[in-house]
């Protein structure tokens, strides 16, 4: 069998190994490459930052289990920077069972105490809520009704100051969802947006970003963050380096990857096709 | 009266009275009939907390019969079944005897068993990728061609690596997401809605039986 031959049926623990190393050694070593700005990098910054106003009621939900945290810890984690910065109640919800504990997660490495939130007043975590889109629905409908006791003290919703004004979905200004599937932005655009009319921004995983376009283009969703890479950018303009930027090298060496065996693979195929002729 | 209840009218009158209930009040504001979907929302979101302890049971019954009967892998059932019963025990929300999400054992457990293992599944993803891309992406002829090169500008597009060195890639690969994915996308959605909108319009006519008796056979 010829050298070409054997590269174009090159054994797959080979590719599996290769994709290990040029995974592993921007993580070990950072190669430190700048990272450009795109457009949905911007429009999220710029919609949290100048489309939130003060008094506003943000819902922040993270939609995905252990298996999404990592394309979608880093951006959760700077966009709750972000929004904690502003004078804002928040309102913490997940419709996935894993949520709770991810956003537990969170928590330990941004605490709102730190910027002077008080639990209860200035936000309040509403924990995991089963049942789908009906339990999508249903919270928009009602609150008080959907959710019997909030998640950290178990104490019904109603002793929550943070409460007093937050009934439906019409005393909310922005959900701010991170999702893996289902449900996601779709149950949260027909039971939210589509019924009452409340903005969605919603960061996802490289696979759904093909699935998210329409919406982005029809202006149900009002930004889109799409990935590691985008969630890398959004930290360099947040002026807060993390997970995402330490992540983003092994993007870049793992795609020059898939592009230096793409092209090994097409000249070994046309070789070879020409030694059959 | 035993044969009335086995009526296949009543499944399906039921799932006529429930759909509507659910469709009315999207686009009428007729208080009677949104208090009662509010309140049929609420009894779903019970049953569905209620199957939880479906699931528990059901996996306790399938890893249990095959460590009794030492089917091929038992031993990882074991696993299964001891996780389980630490994860569900552990996690209770009991917090005046210790127990629920700030239990020491259970968040150890999440931290460091749950978090690793689900983001180890997911990165194995970029494994298959990179062995699938070598393979597939081959210019056997135009339509593999264009498959070809469409993927490798969205790869490229997407590592700071190349559109630092060529940034008119991220502009070719916003096109290809904002131009032709978005016009496929679109219509995998809409037929998509069609579908569900003829399957919908089929159940409450009654025509559409699948769900019922497992073929609606009468």
Redesign the interface.
Known sequence: MSIMKKVQNLDTRIIYLLAWLFVLFPLISPLGLPIPISNDARNWYNYVENEVNDGDTVIFSLMYGTSGMPELFPMSVATMKHILEKDVKIVVVTFWVEGPLVFDTLIGQVDPADYGKVYGEDWINLGYIPGQETAIGSLATSFQNTVANDYVEGRPLSSFPIMDDIKSANDVDLIISFETGTPGAPEWLRQWNTAYGVPIIVGCIGVSVPGMIPYINSGQMAALMPGLTVSAEYEVLLSKPGLAVAGVDAVSTSHLLVVLLVIIGNIAYFMTKEDEK | MSNALKRIEIPIALTIIATLLQVIP?YLDIAPVKNAA?QM??V??II??C??FVGVISILQVHGKKIQRKSEGWEYSIIVVLGTAVMALTGL?L?EFGLG?NNAIF?YI??NA??P???T???II??F???A???A????NIESSIV?VAG?IM??G???????AL?VL?DIS?WI??VP??A???GV?IGAALGAIALAVRTLMGIERGYLRGGGEE
């Open positions: 999207y509010d929302q609420t779903v979101l569905v907390a199957a939880t929300p917090a999400t968040n999440f931290t749950m978090t293992l689900g983001g599944m997911y990165s970029a494994f990728i990179t062995s891309a070598f393979r992406f081959r210019a056997k070809l490798t790869v490229m997407n590592a700071p690596l190349f559109t630092n940034p991220a916003l997401r904002e994915n978005m496929t996308m679109r959605m």
